[in-house]
């Protein structure tokens, strides 16, 4: 089974990873600290009732939805998120100007939203660029779950030319170009994470 490059979370570095893999598993990001409070500030509003079920396309019937992705979500610039959230889009925000500067793909803003699937959830196989809009051009996934074991389930299953690979959603961050088809496979148990999406404009 093909491996994911781990990275530190250095701009060259994951340039370096994205130009010969298309993707890379950063261990590092976002720090302990801000994953800690990222994670505290994702439950409370999920107590609060603040996440709401995620959408899929323009003719969204709430059956089909749940039988594609059933996570729950709120964007992160939303003013009901706490300080861990601006500062975590800042720190993404960085990276992007960073990677910009090395990769010329003309990455121009950044969006990101707190996800949280119940058990037996999942977001079957998609790609994060759709046919009628490229606008996402890199995806990077955060995970939110430091106590997952690897039999619970939930893996981010990326499908490349050369097999696919599977990423336990533990903790960091996996990044990759959003042209690649992943899913999300389901878990035994709540599963918390934030997609964040590189964008052109
Ligand atoms: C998504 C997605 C992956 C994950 O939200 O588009 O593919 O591991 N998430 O949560
Ligand atoms: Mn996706």
């Known amino acids: 089974m093909p491996a994911l490059p781990v990275v530190a979370p250095d701009a060259d570095a994951i340039a370096m990873a994205l130009h010969a893999h298309g993707a890379c598993y950063m261990p590092a990001l976002p720090d302990v600290v801000l994953a800690a409070a990222l994670r505290a500030d994702l439950l409370r509003l999920r107590n609060e009732n603040a996440l709401d ?54 990455l121009d803003e950044v969006e990101a939203h707190y996800a949280a699937y119940p058990p037996g959830a999942g977001y079957t196989r998609h790609r994060d660029r759709f046919h009628d809009d490229d606008a996402r051009v890199l995806s990077i996934v955060t995970y939110l779950n430091p106590d997952w074991r690897d039999d619970d389930g939930g893996a981010l299953r990326l499908y490349r030319d050369d097999g696919v690979i599977d990423i336990v959603p533990r903790s960091g961050s996996v990044c990759f170009l959003s042209e690649h088809e992943h899913e999300v496979l389901p878990a035994r148990r709540e599963r918390f994470s934030i997609a964040a999406w590189f964008r052109r404009r």
Do not use: K, Q
């Open 53 to 106: 079920a995620a959408s899929v396309g323009r003719a969204d019937s709430h059956a089909l939805r749940r039988e594609i992705r059933g996570d729950a979500t709120l964007w992160l610039d939303d003013a009901r998120c706490g300080e861990a959230a601006s500062a975590y889009l800042a720190t993404l925000d960085t990276l992007r100007v960073e990677l910009n500067h090395r990769l010329f793909l003309g």
